[in-house]
């Protein structure tokens, strides 16, 4: 049995990754880039990176896909267009840029170190309104939340 981190760290043989640096490159050099941030749409609604288009992780594929109620029709044609997948810190997208490839995207890359990475290179952020959202809010939103009962107990020997 694979762990989380083990499954992102497979698809690494097969995603490339971006730095922050290197994605505010290629969006200067290629308008046409197609941001996907693949967090959920209350996360999205707080902040995300200006133009990007949100398509939660949950239904990515059949998003991908025509005939299909989550059916985004820019994503479907997106097959052959640079595409940069985007989450809060970069494991998300690794698995979402891999089930692309699988899919036949043939250009996808996933931001490594997700929106977290992007916020610490100072780079801009807006909310659901567009709003310009303050970075040390968003250094406090990025701050993992893991609640005591989330924590692995003591005892636990399941893996």
């Not at 896909?65 to 997106?78: F, H, N």
């Amino acid at each position: 049995m694979k762990r989380f981190l083990e499954l992102v760290r497979d698809c690494l043989t097969d995603v490339k990754e971006l730095m922050p640096w290197d994605l505010e490159e290629r969006l200067q050099e290629n308008s046409d880039i197609l941001l996907v941030d693949v967090r959920e749409p209350y996360e999205f609604d707080a902040m995300h990176i200006e133009g990007s288009l949100n398509v939660p992780r949950g239904i990515l594929e059949s998003s991908c896909e025509w005939d299909y109620e989550e059916t985004i029709p820019e994503l479907v044609r997106a097959r052959d267009r640079e595409v940069v997948i985007v989450c809060r810190s970069g494991q998300r997208s690794v698995l979402a840029a891999h089930s692309m490839q699988v899919l036949g995207f043939s250009n996808v890359a996933s931001l490594q170190t997700g929106l977290r990475g992007w916020k610490d290179y100072d780079q801009p952020l807006v909310d659901k309104d567009g709003n310009d959202v303050d970075l040390d809010f968003a250094d406090e939103y990025f701050t993992p939340q893991v609640g005591e009962d989330q924590l692995r107990p003591k005892d636990w020997d399941g893996y």
